[in-house]
């Protein structure tokens, strides 16, 4: 398996909601991470986990709240979103320490209303 | 900080003529390169990783090259067809310990072959 699988692809939200966004790989790669990407950007780092341990948080508002569960799987998890939040989220993984090329997901699609 | 430039920013070529993208970096201390595909709304999709070691890459019509000590590398696409249009971004993994797990990216091309 050579894929990481983000659900769901498409997620509509309203500003007091509550939604987890899921990321999973099977490849052994022990470096996960979530991006943020809006239209016509570059994709912008957010966290990172290296053996399932939060290793960067690059100042992310705390309404966006990172979890690990095991080396196969990350979740984002979304608490009172701004509008300004909507976005591509993306998952990736890699090797962490060995110069390994990164594996993305196909994202996640958020509105927030 | 690792800074990497993608020109031209945006093109569009006749369906097949080779493509020719260039991604410039700031600083040579890297792991590796890596050109990425992405396609309005989805994910990146890996096209070619290039090592620190390495001078170039192919795959199928793909070939890029890496100069580490000038910072640039190029992607050609030979025969360009319709469904290469996309979004290729340029990704560097600095070295060091700040750098290891901050992927830096270019702006992007934005190409479209025009059948």
């Known amino acids: 398996d050579t894929e990481v699988t983000q659900t769901p692809k498409h997620l509509v939200m309203g500003m007091t909601n509550k939604k987890s966004l899921k990321c999973e790989q099977h490849?052994?790669?022990?470096?996960m991470y979530w991006y943020k990407q809006k239209a016509k950007k570059p994709p912008e780092l957010m966290f990172v986990?290296?053996?399932?341990?939060?290793?960067i948080n690059e100042s992310v508002p705390s309404r966006f709240s990172p979890e690990c569960p095991n080396s196969s799987l990350l979740n984002l998890h979304l608490h009172a979103l701004q509008p300004e939040d909507s976005a591509l989220y993306l998952c990736?993984?890699?090797?962490?320490?060995?110069?390994?090329?990164?594996?993305f997901g196909s994202g996640t699609r958020l509105t927030v209303v | 900080k690792q800074e990497v430039t993608q020109i031209p920013a945006a093109l569009s070529v006749p369906e097949g003529e080779n493509l020719v993208l260039n991604c410039s970096f700031t600083?040579?201390?890297?792991?590796?390169l890596q050109w990425f595909r992405q396609d309005p709304g989805k994910g990146l999709t890996s096209l070619l990783l290039?090592?620190?070691?390495?001078r170039e890459q192919t795959s199928g019509r793909l070939n890029a090259s890496l100069d580490k000590s000038s910072g640039r590398s190029t992607l050609y696409i030979a025969a360009s067809q319709p469904g290469d249009s996309a979004t290729y971004l340029c990704?560097?993994?600095?070295?060091?310990?700040?750098?290891?797990?901050?992927?830096?990216f270019g702006k992007g091309n934005q190409v479209v072959v025009i059948p």
């Open positions: 490849m052994g790669h022990r470096a």
């Open positions: 600083d040579s201390a890297i792991y590796n």
């Open positions: 990704a560097v993994r600095p070295r060091g310990y700040y750098g290891n797990n901050r992927l830096a």
């Open positions: 290039i090592q620190s070691s390495q």
């Open positions: 986990y290296s053996y399932e341990k939060l290793s």
């Open positions: 990736a993984s890699s090797q962490d320490g060995d110069p390994g090329g990164y594996t």
